[in-house]
């Protein structure tokens, strides 16, 4: 009996098997069929996207992932050297907010010194994600000291839609007139920051540059380089573009002329001592500083110029690998619009590249800024110190020419040394051309010193054209 009943058992076993093997294969056929149709259509079209469509949260019914991203920018987490911690403070009818972050100018009071008599020494905060770029711009305390143009609107606001309008869809017509508008008249044809009409184009989704002031500062690069006549967005590749369209607005710049007009000073090149080669042949000057009477200048955020001068940008890695990684969601491979530090997301936007756990990686940038940041302090000493020697020779009725001279090394110290502190990556972007640049700065500082009556710094900084 028992043979007879395992002989009859494996046919049925047998058929069981087969079953279900055919239904895991079904599954399984379907399953990459499914993959594959969302890799084929990679949104549902379900409101139509145009030049005049600027708000984000339209944009997101079409791309809900890169939309959900894009939201998380509100996110408030510091690491060593950049990102801030959630600040609150009491909102007040001409300031809003409920939530800052912390003041760079009480965590280091050098900085008040080395920006003395302009509005950045009022008030100078930590950086917050793109969410806060117009919100943190508007309500700033520098506004209530100074009267910014417009033209800060290039940077902080989402204004290709405000410039088309402006210009009757001429984007430079609308650019110019928007430079030479007083700030809060500005202000109220922008609702938006940073936004998707900004670097897609609404037709077909690809990257794009939208920024007058970009469009005209590449070219100039380019025609630098031998390549005349030079459109981005006809002639960049489009790993390429992922680094333009982020540098459209992380640069250096300045007003240039009564009318305010962004430019970005890039004629001679974009490292620190070309761009301030640019400014002294100009005779531009942001400010006379209020201690020492030097003709100063501002350096703003240049993370392009410095990005350009590292390793990463020579082995042809854009902005937006590292900062906006790509990321696997079912069968589609998306760049995640959470912009933010890559010591955030270590995964996706070091070990793509770099085969080393996370903690060795961090260490590594780390050390990187740690050094950066010890440099960066020595020459900020340096420069308190020049400032205070060049009061001192004043009041003590020292020489014009003496003092011109001092002033002129200052500006020069000052502006290098800036162009450090202002850009976000403390270093790490270009680290070997930072401590370079860093050098120079304390290189000006001690000429400034040496160039005063009675000073005791020796005056045989090496010979350079100045």
Known sequence: MVNRHRRFT?????????????????????????????????????????????????????FPLQYDGYRRTVDQVRTRYGGSEAVPRQPTQADPRSIVAQSRLQEDPRLRTMWAGYAFATDFREERGHAYMLDDQTFTERQQVTKQPGTCMHCHASVYGPYRKLGAGDLFA???????????????????????????????????????????????????????????????TRQEMRTY???????????????????????????????????????????????SGAPTLKAQHPEFEMYSQGVHARSGVACADCHMPYQRVGAMKISDHHVRSPLLNINRSCQTCHRWPEEELQARVYAIQDRTSEVRSVALDALVALIGDIKRAAAEGGGAASLQQARHHQR?????????????????????????????????????????????????????GR
């Open 245 to 291: 369209v982020c540098g459209q607005c992380h640069v250096e710049y300045y007003f240039k002329g009564p009318e305010k007009r962004l430019t970005y000073p890039w004629q001679n090149g974009l490292r620190a001592d070309q761009i301030l080669d640019y400014y002294d042949r100009e005779g531009f000057q942001d400010w006379t500083h209020a201690e």
């Open 10 to 62: 494996w046919p049925v076993a047998a058929g069981l098997l087969a079953a279900i093997a055919a239904v895991a294969l079904t599954a399984l056929l379907v399953s990459i069929f499914t993959r594959q149709q969302e890799a084929r259509n990679p949104f549902y079209r379900v409101v139509e996207l145009t030049e005049e469509t600027v708000d984000p949260a339209e944009w997101g019914k079409n």
């Open 174 to 236: 609308g650019f110019e007139k928007m430079n030479q508008m007083p700030y809060a008249e500005a202000r109220k044809l922008v609702t938006h920051p940073v936004a998707c009409i900004d670097c897609h184009d609404p037709r077909t989704m690809q990257l794009r540059v939208t920024r007058p002031a970009f469009l005209e500062g590449i070219r100039l690069v380019k025609t630098a380089e031998g390549l005349t006549d030079y459109d981005v967005n006809r002639d960049a």
């Open 412 to 464: 020069r110290a000052q502006f290098l040394l800036d162009f450090i502190e202002a850009e976000n990556s403390m270093g790490f972007h270009a680290d070997q051309e930072a401590v370079r640049v860093l050098a120079l700065s304390l290189d000006e500082a001690r000429r400034g010193q040496a160039s005063l009556p009675g000073s005791r710094a020796t005056a045989g900084a090496r010979t350079r």
